[in-house]
Each structure stands twice: as C-alpha cells, then as structure tokens.
C-alpha cells in the first residue's frame, strides 16, 4: 500500500545560536501544503523571500551545506533535514530570522523531539519514493558511496581518521523514526580545537563551542566534553547523510554504503540519483488515451498530441504536430498557413495543464484555469509540418495555484516562451 504524504499536525519554535554564524536564530516549523517540499523562509528579509530544500539549490558543502535562491542563503541545514527525513515529513515551511537554522546541541535530537511532541499527519496524496532498482556507484574527492536495492532505507558507513578516539569505525543502521531517534539523532557533531582560528577566519564555526559540538585535542576530548557514544563519530557521519539525502525531495529505499564521507560527496551523490529519478521519468510517454482522460479538450481544440518527457511535479515536455488540415488554417491565414500565436500559448497551457493536474487525485474531475500570462514572447512563425515540442518547468505550486515557465521549440529554436500562472477547480 502506497504511503501518504506527511506534514507537522502544528507549528513548533526553537531558538539558539547558529553553529557558523554564531548569530542567534529564531526558527518556526509551520505546517506545508501537499506537494510543497521542504522550504525555507527567511522572515528577516523584505519580501520574506523563499529558498526550496533541493539539490538544485546547493551552493557550498564546506563544513556545512548551503542553499541559495535569488542571492538569499540558507546555511547548516543538514541536521534539520535528517531530523525531518528520519520521521517521514515532506512538506514543512522552515521560518528563520537569520541565514543558519539553531546549532542547540550540534545534532537532530532537539529537532526530532519537538516535531515528535507537536504531532505529524498524513496528507491527502502519495508519497513520492525513489527505490533503488540497479546498483550505482559514485566517487567524489576521498568519498566513495555505493547504492544497492533494498526495500528498506538503510545506510552502512565507514569513517577513517588519525586520532586516537576515531581511527576506523563503522556502523550501519535501518533509517526509520525510532531506530533514528535512539541510535543517530542524539550524534553531535565534531571539530578539533587546533582548526578553530583558522575556520573562523573563514568566516566559520563562530557558534560552535563545547556546548554543540565534540571538541578533539590532538590526543582527546576537550577539558569537560564527553562521548554519547564510543562510536559517535561515525553515528554524526551517518546523520550528516540523511540530512543531504533530503535534498533528493523523496523518500528513499535502498541500502547506501558510504566510505568516508562528506557533504562534498553527499551532494554528488543526490545529484546521481536526481539524475536516475530524471532518465527514469523521461522514460515515460503520455498518449492519447491518457491525455483524454485528464484534460477537457477536444476537436478541434486539444493541441497535444503526445507528452514524451515527465517529471511529476517538476517537468514536463509535450509535443504537437501541426499539419494543414487543423482548422484554423482556413482564415489565418488564406494563402499563407501560420498558426495562431494565441493557439501556439494555449497548447503550452494544455501541455502545463497536464504536468499541474497530475498532482491531483482523480484529475478527470479537475479542470485548470489559466489565471495570467506573462513574458509572452513570440520568435518565428509556426507553419504546417512543423512539430511544436513544449518544456514547461513548475516554478511554485500552492495547493490549487501555481507558475510555470514555458518554453515552445520547432527543430530546436525558440518560436515562442511564456510564464503562466494557473488554478485548479472541480469540473
């Protein structure tokens, strides 16, 4: 049986320093709509601009993962994620008044409990899954991951370092909300005290003390810090993982084994599989039959033939044959066949149609109305021969609202390009 999205039942708050900036944040998880993913939200800045939790968006993996949309950043948010991809939520709004979530106690555990104690219920719509089906192997610097079918979420990993208290460790765990919660939550992170000038002259770690971070002498621990684990180092590697695994924006199932990682090797690792997500869902053809079924067009006014590449909730391409026997041929124009720039816009709005209401469940009962257009432009005419191929991208959805951008191509030159903003309602 096919999992339920998954969302907070309410909002809940934290605050504390940030582990790099060391400036103090104010953060509020607030429940998301179906389909939203992940996004953050910076409050303290004009326009409270938005940053999706994609792969997409990954600038930096310098001790820490960062995200940028439209120049505003959002930095360190790997923890947060793996508290949030450990208990099954797809869809939150994370609130910040700063760049960088708070460090608390340099781990998930703090972020777990309060989603946990705040409640998480299942959404009116599936989940979305990747399962690992042919194996896959990625390298990046000294990382080296390895990604096998499994119909569980598990992640083996080594770590190898020349201290005393590390060396080599190993542990592999099943990630599911208890097992996660017991066993990797609770992980800190760890540095050594010999780098900490140098990485604040980086402009890093300014928030991380003994209080959120395992500090490491060349020989040991820190006056004052102890372990949670003898192992706890490796357990931190783990959570790490999950965390950028979270950028993929779907649940996973396959065992990942992972030699040293880091969020360098992370994030080239969700990017490979993004990509086996991407061939997968290019894979897919549209025809006819299933076109009839969920738009409300036709003859003489569906203009889409077929849909050839498919992302579900992110991507689509369809195309369009035009032959002289379409109808409108006959008075635009009488000698000199062009097709109506008006209809060459409606068959990219029929072809983004079927990309939005697809996030729907029983669509045939949906119809989509096209709200505005804008940055309509038109390159060259569209003549009779000519297969109109239409990419349109989601740019943001909102329960029944959403922009795309569209983009209209014969033989691979532009004829036409479009943003459209649309609303989904019964029939």
């Not at 190898?160 to 208290?165: A, E, G, K, M, V």
């Not at 299933?290 to 006014?301: A, S, T, V």
């Not at 409108?328 to 709005?349: D, K, N, Q, S, T």
């Amino acid at each position: 049986m096919a999992s339920k999205q998954r969302t907070l039942s309410g909002s809940v708050e934290a605050s504390g320093k940030g582990l790099h900036s060391g400036s103090e944040t104010y953060m509020r998880l607030q429940p998301g709509a179906v389909d939203q993913g992940i996004v953050f939200r910076r409050t303290d800045l004009d326009g409270a601009p938005e940053i999706p939790a994609d792969v997409t968006h990954v600038v930096e993996t310098d001790r820490g993962t960062v995200l940028e949309q439209d120049g505003v950043r959002v930095r360190t948010v790997e923890h947060l994620l793996a508290a949030l991809a450990s208990l099954n939520i797809d869809n939150v709004t994370v609130e910040l008044d700063n760049e960088e979530p708070p460090a608390v106690d340099g781990c998930s555990a703090t972020f777990t409990d309060l989603m946990s104690k705040a409640g998480i219920e299942d959404q009116d719509a599936e989940a979305t899954v990747w399962q690992c089906d042919t194996p896959l192997s990625v390298a990046e610097g000294e990382s080296r991951y390895t990604v096998v079918p499994d119909d569980r979420y598990m992640i083996s990993t080594s770590i190898d370092f020349d201290h005393p208290l590390i060396g080599r460790q190993h542990a592999s765990y099943e990630i599911r909300p208890d097992l996660f919660a017991e066993a990797i939550a609770p992980a800190r992170t760890f540095g050594f005290y010999e780098d900490a000038e140098k990485l604040r002259a980086m402009g890093l770690a300014h928030g991380a003390d003994t209080s959120n971070t395992i500090v490491l002498t060349q020989d040991g621990l820190y006056e004052g810090v102890e372990l949670r684990y003898s192992d706890e180092f490796v357990r931190h590697k783990i959570l790490d993982l999950v965390g950028d695994l979270g950028l993929l924006g779907r649940r996973i199932k396959a065992h990942i084994v992972a030699e040293r990682p880091g969020h360098h090797g992370n994030i080239a690792l969700v990017r490979a599989i993004a990509e086996d997500v991407r061939k997968k869902n290019a894979a897919r053809r549209v025809d006819i039959d299933q076109i009839f079924h969920i738009l409300p067009h036709r003859y003489p006014f569906l203009l889409v033939d077929r849909v050839i590449e498919y992302e579900k909730g992110e991507r689509i391409v369809g195309i369009k044959n035009v032959t002289i026997n379409e109808p409108f041929f006959i008075g635009h124009f009488p000698g000199m066949p062009i097709m109506p720039g008006v209809l060459i816009i409606e068959a990219m709005a029929q072809v983004g149609g079927l990309l939005f209401m697809d996030s729907f469940e029983k669509p045939e009962e949906k119809v989509v109305y096209f709200m505005s257009l804008d940055k309509v432009k038109f390159r060259r005419p569209v003549t009779p021969g000519d297969q109109l191929v239409f990419e349109l991208m989601m740019v943001k959805q909102r329960g029944p609202v959403c922009v795309m951008k569209g983009v209209g191509r014969v033989d691979g030159n532009v004829v036409a390009e479009a943003e459209l903003k649309a609303q989904v309602v019964d029939r």
